[in-house]
């Protein structure tokens, strides 16, 4: 009996994306007669046409209770410290920033968030490091209407590329009591640059 449940609640959309540097279909359609190019570009699968979940670095899904979350970069990290972990000679060590805003009325609990980067190449399983420079690790509280960038420090082996994806699965209570804390988990794909 839980199963349909658990199936009913899988169907459920988390929240919608929101693509970086796209317009909405009434800012681009213009008005006016268009052209056959312009109509069978129109026809064209856009960025608007991908899954809410399938995001690009620099998108933001925006949760349906109004958290919003962006990857803002995938970079090389070739600064270490005395004490910080140094990938192998073939590995390649990189940082996922990214950005949490809470547009809701309560605070949400930073600690029960998870970022799972994979390689997007040929696959490929990532390792967390810890590099200290430049770092600023997600954990505490975020109050109503702020924002926080943080990090995480990982290494990817050269031989599975330099394309990563990033999947964010939030499991705070407050979010876990939501019908809608079943659906599809948010995923980024950009490039270790």
Do not use: H
Request: a negative charge.
């Amino acid at each position: 009996m839980l199963l349909p449940l658990v199936s009913a609640c899988g169907d459920s959309d988390q929240g919608t994306a929101e693509r970086a540097g796209s317009q909405t279909k009434a800012d681009s359609s213009g008005g006016g007669t268009k052209t056959d190019d312009e109509k069978d570009a129109a026809d064209e699968p856009t960025e608007d046409d991908k899954p809410d979940t399938e995001l690009a670095v620099g998108d933001t899904f925006r949760y349906t209770d109004g958290v919003k979350v962006t990857v803002d970069r995938i970079a090389k990290v070739t600064a270490f410290g005395e004490f910080d972990d140094r990938p192998d000679a073939d590995e390649t060590a990189f940082r996922v920033t990214w950005t949490v805003e809470n547009g809701t009325s309560k605070p949400v609990d930073l600690d029960s968030w998870g970022f799972n980067p994979q390689g997007a190449t040929t696959g490929g399983e990532t390792k967390f490091i810890y590099v200290e420079k430049g770092s600023k690790q997600m954990a505490g509280r975020l109050a109503p209407s702020r924002s926080g960038t943080y990090t995480g420090e990982y290494s990817l082996p050269k031989a599975d590329g330099k394309e990563v994806v990033v999947e964010v699965a939030r499991m705070d209570d407050a979010w876990m009591k939501s019908d809608d804390a079943f659906g599809d988990e948010p995923n980024w794909t950009g490039t270790i640059k």
